[in-house]
Every structure is written in C-alpha cells, then in structure tokens.
C-alpha cells in the first residue's frame, strides 16, 4: 500500500513552514493563531475569505497556496461549521477529508485544532482526527509497477501530519488505543485487496499466524485435522480447488488464561474466491469475488486491533478458509453433507457456499469454548444489497441485548448496521425433503434464508449475524475510504467490545 504519513501530536502553536491547516467556524472564522497568522500576511488570508464567499460552513475548503508575507508554502482552511455540535464521529471524518485535500502535500503539514473561540476540541477529537488521516491516507497500490504522472495513486499525503492541540500529551496517548484500530482496519483493507493467486487458504491462514507477535495464540488447522472433526460442510466448499482449505483460531486472553470470565467470539467466512462452483457465477464482476473473504478479513484485523490496544477481554476470532471452484472433485447440486453439527444439508446450489462454511465454524467454537455470544461476518448474500444498498450492513440477531449495542457500536463509529427479521415463517422456506435442510430457500427474501440456516447451528447463546457483502467491498467511497476493500467491522467491532465487555 501507498506509504502512510507519520503522525505526531504537539503543542498548540503557531506553524512556521510547510502546509498549515487552520479550522474556521461559522461565527468568527478564526482563534488568535489564524488570526496572527492573517495580521502576518497583512490581511491576505481574510481578503482571500471573502473573495471567496467561504464562511467555515462545514465541510467546506478554501486553499490558499504560498501566502504573502509567511514562509508557508500553503495555507488549507476546513470549515467546520457549528464546532460545538460536532461528535467523535464527525472529528474522524474531519480528519479523512483533510488528509483527502493534501494529495501531493510534500514533507509536512501541521493542523491546528484551534476552535474559533480559541478552545480545543480536546483529546479524544484529536485523536480521532489523526485515525481518520491516516484511513483516508491508505491506497492499495503494491502492484501498480508503471504509473502515470497524472495517476490518482501517484498523489501521495505528505510525509509527516503534525496535530497541534491543547493537551498534546493526552491526545498522543488517546491515539496509540485508536491507531491499533485504524491498524486492525487497513490489515483488513489489504487482506480483501489482494488476489486471490496471491492470497489462498494457507497463504491466508500464514497472515493470521504472524499475530503471534502481538500475543495472539493461532492455531491452523489443516484439512486432515478438520476430517477428525468432521467438518464436511466446510471441506465440502473446498474441495474442487487444488488448495487446501484451512481454519484458523485465534485467542486474545486480555484478561488472563486463568481468568473465568466467558470470551467473545467472533466467526468469519473466509471463501478466498468464489467461483460459485458447478453452479458457476456470470463472467461479468466476477473478479470482485476475490474480496469474498471480507468477513474474515474483519476477525483477523479486530484481533489485531484488540491485542495490539491489549484490550482488556478474552476474545476468540475464528475463521473458515476455502477457494470455491469447478472441478471434477467439487460438489454437486443435490449433494448431501453432513455437518459438524450432525445435521444434514441438500447443497440445492453451489454458489450458496459460505452459509457451509460458517455451520461447521459456529458449531465449533459453540463446541470448544463457552461464548459470552458469537457475532459471524460474511459477505455472504447480494439479496441484502438489493435490500440495504452499500450504506448498511444486514444484522440478524437472536438476543435484543446484543443487537442494541451493535446498533449503537455502528452509530458511533459510522460503520452501520439495520436489523433484520427472523421468523419460522422464513425457516420453513429452507425444509429440504431429504436431508434436515437445504442451502438454499428461493428467490425471495434470500438474506433471511440465509440467516435462517445459520441459525439452525446456533444453540443457546446470543448471536448476530452481519451480512456485509454490501459494505466491505466495492463500498462508497468515504471521508475515510478511499479503497475498494473498506475493512467494514473491525471499529464496529472493536467498538462493542470497549463500550460493553471490557475489564
């Protein structure tokens, strides 16, 4: 990926050379450093305020490029409106679009969180502003070999984002907690960018194991030990493609191996490409589905995250690896499986496969741990994109509880969730006439069906299912994602943890 600028934290202060930024409001436009700054300039940047009609409105910009009477090279103003209504949300999206208007912003660029009235927007802001920098910073552009001058991936941030702000040594420290996160989130934006030649099950299973280093415990299992455990619904999935599928447990033990609190859980679906198999995909959009992995990209990347902030919780990431593809070895339409579980399923499509792989991974970690609850991720159907579009992910939920607090969890970090239903009159769609049930329930209402099945392997513990397909690729494009693979789940998730089961 593109280079990620430095980012550093200082004490509020006037900034001498480079590219400063300064935030206006609606009110006075500036606090006494833009106002010293435009006495310096002999009025220059209040003259190029009016000329431009701009008056801090938020969201929007004036540039000015190599002031008079000021060694700076550039002076960018962010309006930001009515600074005293604005949430930690809107400080991590200011943060993105600033970084967005530095594009080929040479050596360094200081910020300064200045409010019109000369307070500060205070630590916690200051953080989340550098977070939503360095996100909306990230490129993936590792094999883009000839460039073009004019390339949008040539423009680079600058080389280094100073944040002045009153309290720097507060805001530093709020920040190391968050930049785990924004971590967390670009492994996961690298994860879904990556082909799928160069990322298979165990190249995939590889990148997992090497959070060992941050105190995660992995273990890889491959296919000969899944076949002990009879996992057959998972290995059925992978076994028209020459790679071995793999499972991947991930434990973060933040409270201690000897603590007895009960650890969250956390499942993805891991199809590293999904050729839909005999029941084979359309030509066209097909290479998106390298980014079929999306839902264990997710658990990979808040497993980083919660172990490198050494959050305070004992969490479990799993993650079911598997290429989906046509071969005389692959399952047919009309295959029965027998899960893990026990229960049996009529594979009424091929391309209805991730449902298979997150059977066998809910019931083994139903079987080998004790869940607090258990959240699944998958980009697993595009009838919730027809449903939701890219804004929202799907939510499926057998506990109120936990679906209220990822509610909450999506409004804070802007990663949203919509509950969806789940109803027997849905379940009774997925009956098969000869196994306890088929992949698949028809044309309408596919994303509950979907749900539905996955229920089915769901005991007695709270669950949610986020059905992501809409969100962790191919998603809009944001203040903070400016990257087709958008590492949609690893703040949401992370977010429920801090708010809900730490400590």
Same mark, same amino acid.
């Given at each position: 990926?593109?280079?990620?600028?430095?980012?550093?934290?200082?004490?509020?202060?006037?900034?001498?050379?480079?590219?400063?930024?300064?935030? #206006?409001?609606?009110?006075?436009?500036?606090?006494?450093?833009?106002?010293?700054?435009?006495? #310096?300039?002999?009025?220059?940047?209040?003259?190029?305020?009016?000329?431009?009609?701009?008056?801090?409105?938020?969201?929007?910009?004036?540039?000015?490029?190599?002031?008079?009477?000021?060694?700076?090279?550039?002076?960018?103003?962010?309006?930001?409106?009515?600074?005293?209504?604005?949430?930690?949300?809107?400080?991590?999206?200011?943060?993105?679009?600033?970084?967005?208007?530095? #594009? @080929?912003? !040479?050596? #360094?660029?200081?910020?300064?969180?200045?409010?019109?009235?000369?307070?500060?927007?205070?630590? *916690?802001?200051?953080?989340?502003?550098?977070?939503?920098?360095?996100?909306?910073?990230?490129?993936?552009?590792?094999?883009?070999?000839?460039?073009?001058?004019?390339?949008?991936?040539?423009?680079?941030?600058?080389?280094?984002?100073?944040?002045?702000?009153?309290?720097?040594?507060?805001?530093?420290?709020?920040?190391?907690?968050?930049?785990?996160?924004?971590? !967390?989130?670009?492994?996961?934006?690298?994860?879904?960018? %990556?082909?799928?030649?160069?990322?298979?099950?165990?190249?995939?299973?590889?990148?997992?194991?090497?959070?060992?280093?941050?105190?995660?415990?992995?273990?890889?299992?491959?296919?000969?030990? +899944?076949?002990?455990?009879?996992?057959?619904?998972?290995?059925?999935?992978?076994?028209?493609? %020459?790679?071995?599928?793999? =499972?991947?447990?991930?434990?973060?033990?933040?409270?201690?191996?000897?603590?007895?609190?009960?650890?969250?859980? =956390?499942?993805?679906?891991?199809?590293?490409?999904?050729?839909?198999?005999? /029941?084979?995909?359309?030509?066209?959009?097909?290479?998106? +589905?390298?980014?079929? +992995?999306?839902?264990?990209?997710?658990?990979?990347?808040?497993?980083? &995250?919660?172990?490198?902030?050494?959050?305070?919780? @004992?969490?479990?990431?799993?993650?079911?690896?598997? %290429?989906?593809?046509?071969?005389?070895? &692959?399952?047919?339409?009309?295959?029965?499986?027998?899960?893990?579980?026990?229960?049996?399923?009529?594979?009424? @499509?091929?391309?209805?496969?991730?449902?298979?792989?997150?059977?066998?991974?809910?019931?083994?970690?139903?079987?080998?741990?004790?869940?607090?609850?258990?959240?699944?991720?998958?980009?697993?159907?595009?009838?919730?994109?027809?449903?939701?579009? @890219?804004?929202?992910?799907?939510? =499926?939920?057998?506990?109120?509880?936990?679906?209220?607090?990822?509610?909450?969890?999506?409004?804070?970090?802007?990663?949203?969730?919509?509950?969806?239903?789940? &109803?027997?009159?849905?379940?009774?769609?997925?009956?098969?006439?000869?196994?306890?049930?088929?992949?698949?329930?028809?044309?309408?209402?596919?994303?509950?069906?979907?749900?539905?099945?996955?229920?089915?392997?769901?005991?007695?513990?709270?669950?949610?299912?986020?059905?992501?397909?809409?969100?962790?690729?191919?998603?809009?494009?944001? *203040?903070?994602?400016? /990257?087709?693979?958008?590492?949609?789940?690893?703040?949401?998730?992370?977010?429920?943890?801090?708010?809900?089961?730490?400590?």
């Amino acid at each position: 990926m593109t280079d990620l600028p430095k980012l550093s934290f200082q004490k509020l202060a006037e900034p001498k050379k480079g590219i400063a930024i300064l935030l #206006a409001g609606e009110g006075p436009l500036f606090g006494p450093i833009g106002q010293a700054l435009d006495d #310096a300039s002999s009025g220059a940047i209040s003259r190029a305020a009016k000329a431009a009609a701009f008056q801090g409105k938020a969201k929007s910009f004036l540039d000015i490029l190599a002031p008079a009477g000021l060694d700076l090279d550039r002076i960018l103003i962010a309006g930001v409106g009515d600074a005293g209504a604005l949430k930690d949300l809107d400080w991590h999206l200011l943060g993105g679009a600033v970084a967005g208007k530095l #594009a @080929n912003g !040479g050596a #360094a660029a200081t910020v300064v969180l200045e409010l019109a009235d000369g307070g500060s927007p205070g630590a *916690d802001a200051a953080a989340l502003f550098a977070a939503g920098a360095k996100l909306s910073s990230y490129r993936f552009d590792r094999y883009k070999k000839k460039k073009k001058e004019d390339d949008e991936q040539k423009k680079k941030p600058p080389q280094r984002i100073v944040i002045a702000t009153e309290g720097h040594s507060a805001a530093r420290k709020a920040y190391t907690a968050l930049d785990a996160v924004t971590d !967390g989130t670009l492994l996961a934006r690298d994860l879904v960018n %990556e082909p799928a030649n160069v990322l298979g099950p165990d190249d995939f299973a590889k990148r997992a194991k090497a959070l060992d280093k941050l105190g995660v415990e992995v273990k890889v299992l491959g296919e000969k030990e +899944m076949q002990k455990l009879k996992m057959n619904a998972l290995l059925a999935v992978g076994q028209g493609s %020459e790679r071995e599928s793999r =499972f991947v447990v991930m434990r973060w033990n933040g409270l201690g191996k000897s603590s007895k609190k009960d650890p969250v859980v =956390f499942v993805g679906k891991g199809v590293v490409f999904d050729t839909g198999g005999i /029941s084979i995909k359309p030509a066209a959009g097909m290479e998106d +589905m390298k980014g079929d +992995m999306g839902g264990a990209a997710c658990v990979t990347g808040l497993m980083h &995250a919660l172990a490198a902030r050494k959050a305070r919780v @004992n969490a479990v990431g799993v993650i079911g690896l598997v %290429e989906n593809m046509p071969d005389g070895k &692959a399952q047919r339409p009309g295959d029965i499986v027998t899960s893990m579980s026990g229960q049996t399923v009529e594979v009424i @499509n091929t391309d209805a496969e991730g449902r298979l792989v997150l059977a066998d991974a809910l019931t083994y970690v139903q079987q080998k741990f004790k869940p607090a609850f258990i959240v699944d991720l998958a980009t697993l159907t595009g009838a919730i994109i027809v449903a939701l579009g @890219n804004e929202y992910a799907g939510m =499926f939920s057998n506990d109120d509880t936990l679906a209220s607090q990822l509610s909450a969890a999506g409004e804070a970090t802007g990663e949203k969730v919509w509950r969806m239903p789940l &109803a027997k009159e849905y379940d009774k769609l997925i009956d098969s006439r000869f196994a306890d049930m088929k992949n698949v329930g028809g044309r309408w209402g596919g994303a509950i069906t979907a749900a539905q099945f996955l229920q089915r392997y769901i005991e007695d513990v709270p669950w949610a299912h986020l059905d992501v397909a809409g969100t962790a690729m191919g998603s809009p494009q944001t *203040d903070v994602n400016k /990257s087709w693979a958008s590492g949609f789940g690893v703040r949401l998730l992370d977010r429920l943890v801090a708010d809900n089961y730490e400590g």
